[in-house]
């Protein structure tokens, strides 16, 4: 009879270790298994969109040596007085001579210097252009600064300043009153905030 109840209890301890086994087997599995993490990406920074750039971007002036053409972009202000570009010009620096009052028939220059540049403006673009040029052709070098070089004197022939249609062109001279030989004339952009220029070209030293 002891022995019967013996074997009982052994039994109920054996069931009681296993079950008790199997419960921590299961929960330390638990334990074991992988948690999810939240991972964060970083924020892609904005890309300026390309009609924002275009507009931002003030366009590059060309820069010409004689005997070169080059494209620029002409603006001018709109009915709301807000500045847009209009069309596309080329310009070709034909010749720069340096010349006396004598040479001109005109007054002693008050710089120092006159320069006839001869230039060939033509609108390579769909809308017409308003082309600007007294007060407006800035001369400077490295030992000078910016200062209006334009003059009542001339060569006679073609007025550069008029309105080209698409397709139209001009070759005028212009005479410049300069302080130095060399350094460089650009036709500033009256119509934008800074006055950048619409192209400069590089005078000849000699």
């Known amino acids: 009879m002891r022995a019967a109840v013996r074997a009982a209890g052994a039994a109920a301890v054996l069931s009681v270790a296993l079950v008790a086994g199997c419960s921590s087997s299961s929960d330390s599995g638990k334990d074991q298994e992988p948690k999810a993490v939240a991972t964060v990406k970083p924020a892609k920074e904005k890309e300026p969109s390309p009609e924002a750039s275009k507009t931002d971007a003030s366009p590059t002036a060309p820069v010409l040596n004689v005997g070169d053409t080059k494209t620029f972009d002409f603006g001018d202000l709109d009915d709301e007085s807000n500045y847009k570009i209009v069309t596309k010009m080329s310009v070709t620096a034909v010749k720069a001579k340096y010349v006396t009052a004598e040479e001109i028939n005109g007054n002693e220059p008050e710089q120092g210097q006159y320069v006839a540049l001869t230039l060939t403006l033509k609108n390579v673009g769909e809308a017409p252009a308003q082309i600007s040029v007294y007060g407006l052709m800035n001369w400077q070098d490295a030992d000078h600064a910016a200062q209006d070089a334009t ?45 950048a220029p619409f192209f400069t070209v590089k005078l000849p030293t000699t």
């Open 151 to 195: 003059t009542l004197e001339g060569l006679g022939g073609p007025d550069l300043e008029t309105t080209y249609k698409p397709g139209q062109s001009v070759t005028g001279t212009v005479v410049l009153d300069v302080a130095a030989r060399g350094g460089e004339v650009s036709l500033l952009n009256a119509a934008s905030d800074d006055q």
